[in-house]
Structures are given as C-alpha cells and as structure tokens.
C-alpha cells in the first residue's frame, strides 16, 4: 500500500523497448522445472540461487528445488543443478567424484566465454577477464585456463595486470560495451606485443541497456527493477544514473514510496534480464493509477 502523497503528479508511463527476461535465464527455469518434474520435488539442489532474482527463486522453492552453495554438503541421492552463470571445469570434476547426478543449466553464452577462454589459453595468450572478480559467471569462467588475470577497473591494471608479450582478452557477459572498450584502451596504452579481444559480450544485455539510455531522454524519473545482486540490472541502473536521469533500482512495488516521483510527469521503466514480466506488469500498472 502505497501512502497518499500530495505532489504526486505522475501521467504516463514509458517502458523500455527492450526489457526483461533473457532466453538464457528463460531457458534455465524451464531446465530447472523440468528437473524437478523428472527427478521430484526436493531431489534437485541448485549450486546457489538460479538467478539473481528472489521473487523467481522462491517460488522455484516452493515447486521443489532446494538450494546450497556447497557441493561437499549436498545429498549424494540428489540431482546437482548448475545455474546459469555456470560453473569452474572444478565444480564439475568434484559433482563426478561423489557421483553426483548433474543437470546443466549454463546459459550458451556463459558457455562460449568458457570455451573462448580455454582455447586463448591454448593458443598461448595470457588470458586477461573485464569482470567483477566476485561474480559467479567470472568465478567460473576463470576456471577454464590457468591464472587468468581477472580486472574490473582502471586501477586495476597497475596493479593486476602482469607483463606478459601476448593478451588474450575477454569479458562478464553483462559488462557494458562502453566500458569494456574504455578498459582495451588502457591496456592498448601498454606495451604488449600482442593484444587478441575475443567479444564475449551478451547482446540481450546490451541491447537493453541501449533501450534504457535512450528511454532516459523523454523521462523524468526511470525505474530499473531487479535483483538488487544482479549485475546487469546494476549495470542498467548505473548507466541511466550516468545519463544524469533520477534513477531507482527497486526489486518489487513495495519498495517504491511516493516521494520518488514528487514532481514527475512520465515515468520510464526497465528491468535486469532475470527479472520477469509479472514484477514489471504489477509495477506499471500500479504506477499508472497513481
Ligand atoms: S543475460 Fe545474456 S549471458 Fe546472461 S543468462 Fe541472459 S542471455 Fe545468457
């Protein structure tokens, strides 16, 4: 329940032309409920939450599928299901030592950063990921070559990047293009014989993230919603700040409080891609009775 606010004067609502749910956090609910379907509710444990959104993780709870983080901990009976940021060639050697039932639910594009990654290192190069070093995807990207050097910001590169004459350089699937190129600069500055970009980049974010800069120009407020753990909707709520928009990075409707749109006649809205389209529904039609 919203409380009545007296400068409210909110007439329309925008969405962003590209918003949402991506086919790869589509593809693993639907790989994850069918696990379920197969092996029974609470026989299936994922390695962590599915995707960053709480509101789709618990209601896949509540169909049956547990969770846990560490896979020495799980139930020998149950079926391990790896999520879609994928997992270190690792987890999976240690999932076949206990003889553990595995389900993939890697999305394809994580999994040809792992791929890109493995044969960058085989072709010689010193493999070097733009990346949050603390993201599930980098975490287990980096796992598909040795020491990969893993740099998220300017600073990094004095003191994370080593000399080494070739770089094969790759990227978190959600980084935005803009950044990544901002950071190759940099490294281009260097002086490495051999620098090789692989674009690892995943062009559902991006092309959401286009939608919502743009979108920032005819509004007067934009709302991002989302997982506040999830890195592309981060990532979307920090570039339509850097627009200069008034921005909100909300979860659900009931985080939204009237004093956010004081003022406001249209409102723009977007959301991260593991967000579905019942939080963006509820949200604008709410917003739009205001
Ligand atoms: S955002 Fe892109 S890389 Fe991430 S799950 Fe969706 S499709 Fe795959």
Redesign the pocket.
Known sequence: MVEASEGIVVVQVKLASSRGF????E??IEIAESAVDTHGAGRVVALGPL?HNKQVVEELEKAGLEQNGNLGTVDAAKTVLIR??GASPETFARAAERNLNVVDAT????KRAQTVVRQLHEEGYHVVMIGDPNHP?VQGVIGYAPNVTVIDHGADLEKELPYKERLGIVAQ??HAPEHVADMIAEILKRPYREVKVVNTL????TRRQEAAVTLTRDVDVMFVLGGLHSA?TRELAHLCEQEGCNTYHLETWDQFRPSMVDGCTIAGLTAG??TPESVIATFEQNLSQL
């Open positions: 991506c086919f790869g956090v593809d693993a995707i879609s940021h999305c394809v594009l994580v995807e699937t959600t995943c062009l559902e974010v592309n891609a593991s």
